[in-house]
């Protein structure tokens, strides 16, 4: 009865073994990702609109300090929108068309649709500024319901590209073209913008999206340039976030 028991276990065990060791092979297959345009960047530029969306959301009108921060960040929102869109325009639309015709279409459409948004952000931040002190509420509310549509539109256009243009580039390109792709789109970003795309993008990655990431980084620079750029990163990661980096790139 036991050895029969046991053996029903060992053969139970031995059927496990071999789909566990195929999974393994598969897991270890997809361990290292294929290149994704989107994924890493929509993290940050999420975090950047939900934590500028709440900061006017709680803006005290009536205090002009306050006002002209919260004013400030919805400006370099806008910016670092509008140099993500430009670079995707630049750079992956016309590598999806060359591919496949037609295929960037939708996105092209919606990021024409951002343009107008931009200006219209734009137009109601100087709005605000300019305002008569009794109306100075009405147009910060104004603001935010603007930049909660903005924010809600954007989340689903980034949908689309990083489910479908992902899809369609992955099917298109090998990725050392689409490694090739990342670094046209980098080095086509100024040094000032990428501080600022960091600064949003790093702390809102996963710890192992985090140390792919600055891995990569600290190969493209001199060691120095990748010291003061992680120091400017430090405070605006959390404590364990911090430390697990740090494991990471001693490794
Ligand atoms: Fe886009």
Not at 97 to 125: I, K, N
Not at 181 to 189: E, G, N
Request: charged share 20%.
């Amino acid at each position: 009865m036991d050895g029969s028991v046991t053996s029903t276990r060992l053969r139970a065990h031995h059927r496990a073994a071999a789909p566990a060791n195929a999974d393994a092979a598969a897991v270890k297959a997809q361990a290292v990702p294929r290149p994704d345009l989107y994924g890493p960047v929509h993290k940050g530029l999420r975090t950047f609109m939900c934590e500028t969306l709440v900061a006017v959301g709680r803006m005290d009108a009536d205090d002009p300090a306050e006002v002209a921060g919260v004013l400030a960040q919805v400006r370099g929102l806008l910016v670092l929108c509008r140099v993500h869109l430009e670079v995707e325009n630049r750079h992956v639309h016309p590598a999806m068309e060359a591919r496949s015709p037609g295929s960037a279409s939708e996105t092209a459409g919606d990021h024409v649709e951002h343009e107008r948004a931009f200006a219209s952000l734009e137009s109601d931040t100087q709005a605000l500024e300019r305002v008569a002190p009794e109306r100075r509420a009405a147009a910060a509310l104004h603001l935010y319901r603007q930049l909660a549509v903005f924010t809600g539109e954007n989340f689903l256009h980034m949908r689309t590209e990083e489910i479908d243009n992902a899809a369609l580039l992955w099917q298109t390109h090998t990725d050392d073209e689409l490694v090739a792709l990342q670094h046209a789109i980098m080095t086509d970003i100024s040094p000032a913008d990428t501080a600022v795309l960091l600064r949003w993008m790093v702390p809102s990655l996963a710890p192992i999206e985090r140390a792919r990431l600055l891995g990569g980084l600290r190969q493209s620079m001199p060691a120095t340039v990748f010291e003061g750029m992680l120091a400017s990163l430090k405070p605006h990661l959390a404590g364990r976030d911090w430390a697990k980096l740090s494991l990471a790139l001693a490794a």
